[in-house]
């Protein structure tokens, strides 16, 4: 690949400035993408079998993983050189870019990451310390507790990362384990999508991301909620089972002492009768009335979601996209048929 290839197809803008501020030589960058492009089928065999590995941890709802486009790896390198004032070269971009092998691991629920995170701890010892990304608010004792770095991000992203070895042959590869929920993994793609790798900074945008992180979160929240509510009124439908046969059994022992009474046979049939008409009245009143979710304290399992997502300045923007979309629909007219 020439310079003027990848100068059309970088991601970057102000290239050569990017350049110019890492020390960076064409020629080092050339280096590094023909060895990718001959290792690349070996680490794509490699994320391969993590992420077979992977799909089998508790929990785990999706299972995907990719290696790095090519071009966005030369990009990461002039972008790290510029920023970190690193020397990024072909004897050491494998231990230095760390995601050339990416694998996301997708649960449904917010608790069910702590059950990946045990299968994962048992099998491998990660390459560094698993770093658990959250929202400026959000708790984090859990991810504490058991051994991760607290990162915070002011866009609103949420995530936790690890790095795993593997070997394969003679060359240790490092993948990047991103473990996320599904609404999560919705969020984080769309603003990956926006903003990488040039990290927008219009406000109207932010601000609708900000809107759609929050709603996300709130999502997580609700579907906790969900899962303890189903749990609890599954809960109670077994004891309410247990319940109705017991008394279900007492019904018939009534029964057999009804048939042991010296009376006529009229006046048992009645007797069984009644019996019979009590136990349906209880039945249906176990089945139907006595499920009293109000006496369950979710509280403390889950945080129920705030719905009221918007503040004054969010409402503003929204109003102020909503006059722009008003404006080009005014002005917009659709090409004449030929």
């Known amino acids: 690949m020439e310079f003027e290839q990848y100068s059309t197809e970088t991601r970057l803008n102000n290239l050569e400035e990017w350049m110019t501020k890492g020390k960076t030589e064409w020629e080092d960058l050339q280096k590094i993408y023909y060895h990718y492009i001959g290792i690349e089928s070996d680490l794509y065999n490699a994320g391969h079998y993590l992420s077979e590995k992977l799909k089998k941890s508790p929990s785990s709802h999706i299972v995907h993983y990719r290696t790095k486009n090519p071009i966005h790896l030369i990009d990461k390198v002039v972008r790290k050189r510029a920023e ?15 995601d050339l092998i990416g ?10 990451w702590l059950e990946i995170h045990k299968y994962i701890s048992e099998i491998w010892t990660p390459y560094e310390t698993a770093t658990a990304i959250i929202r400026e608010g959000d708790k984090y004792d859990q991810y504490k507790e058991h051994g991760c770095e607290i990162k915070v991000s002011s866009a609103g992203y949420r995530s936790v990362h690890y790095l795993l070895e593997t070997k394969p042959f003679n060359q240790i590869f490092i993948a990047e384990v991103q473990i996320r929920t599904i609404f999560e993994e919705a969020w984080s793609e769309v603003d990956h999508d926006i903003r990488y790798p040039l990290h ?28 303890q509510l189903k749990g609890h009124i599954e809960e109670e439908a077994k004891k309410h089972k247990l319940e109705l046969e017991s008394k279900n059994q007492e019904i018939e022992k009534l029964k057999k002492e009804i048939e ?6 009229e006046d048992k049939n009645k007797l069984t009768d009644m019996i019979e008409e009590i136990g349906e009245k209880l039945s249906s009143t176990l089945w139907n009335n006595n499920i009293d979710l109000s006496q369950y304290d979710f509280s403390n399992k889950v945080k129920l979601p705030d719905f009221d997502l918007f503040s004054d300045q969010e409402r503003l923007i929204a109003i102020q996209a909503k006059n722009i979309s008003n404006s080009v629909d005014d002005t917009y007219k659709p090409p004449e048929e030929h």
């Open 84 to 98: 970190k004032e690193i020397d990024i070269n072909q004897d050491n971009y494998l231990q230095e870019i760390t």
């Open 200 to 227: 927008t900074d219009n406000d109207l945008i932010n601000g609708y991301l900000v809107n759609f992180n929050r709603i996300a979160g709130s999502a997580d929240e609700l579907s906790s909620f969900l899962k």
């Open 260 to 265: 042991k009474l010296s009376i006529d046979t």
């Open 103 to 112: 694998i996301r691991v997708i649960h449904l629920y917010k608790e069910d």
